[in-house]
């Protein structure tokens, strides 16, 4: 028996998502519409609610219902640090640890050659226009360490750096409580070349 065509057209969308394949969308798509029909049409909603709601901050690109997100209005950030993260989620998670009071500039993307995504589709001008400011004095770079996140730090770093600005990148190595019989060579390897003094 043939799928209904709205049927297909919901599992179809609900593959956009990502790690969900057709098995995991077919799955939700039955589940809405057989357990939870209020809560497929809250979710519907909700995302056309957002759809329509929310745009790019201007001044760190990330997603937000007015001009400038509140992040970047409140005073009690340091203007004269820049954390550039690939994700509004990154970003979450950097403010989750309490241990950075800058602003952030948010890529909405990395550089990944493989997808077809060169410098140029991340839209870096705004980014270089928030960075020469004269106001920025660092700009830490917060990509991920995977090889497309280090691709983008590194061009990043020779940009921003040819227009004489203050780089550096978060560190990497041994978790916090993490033991050492447990931590994979390369993570252990970086750990011993970014090592530093103990403070007196």
Do not use: F, W
Request: glycine share 8%.
């Amino acid at each position: 028996m043939n799928t209904p065509s709205s049927l297909e057209s919901l599992i179809e969308a609900l593959r956009c998502l990502p790690g969900v394949g057709p098995k995991s969308a077919q799955r939700m798509a039955y589940h809405l519409l057989q357990h939870n029909r209020t809560g497929a049409q809250r979710l519907a909603d909700s995302l056309q609610r957002a759809l329509g709601a929310l745009r790019h901050c201007q001044r760190c690109n990330t997603l937000t219902e007015s001009e400038i997100c509140a992040r970047c209005l409140s005073h009690k950030r340091d203007p004269k640090l820049l954390c550039v993260v690939e994700t509004p989620v990154d970003m979450n998670m950097l403010e989750q640890t309490h241990a950075y009071s800058g602003l952030y500039y948010v890529l909405m993307g990395r550089v990944s050659p493989l997808d077809g995504i060169g410098p140029g589709d991340l839209h870096l001008e705004r980014l270089l226009a928030r960075a020469c400011d004269g106001v920025v004095r660092e700009v830490i770079i917060a990509t991920n360490y995977t090889n497309e996140g280090e691709a983008t730090a590194h061009y990043l770093s020779e940009l921003l750096k040819s227009r004489g600005i203050s780089v550096s990148r978060i560190a990497r190595g041994v978790p916090v409580g993490g033991e050492l019989e447990y931590v994979d060579a390369g993570t252990l390897a970086q750990a011993l070349r970014e090592r530093r003094p103990l403070a007196d």
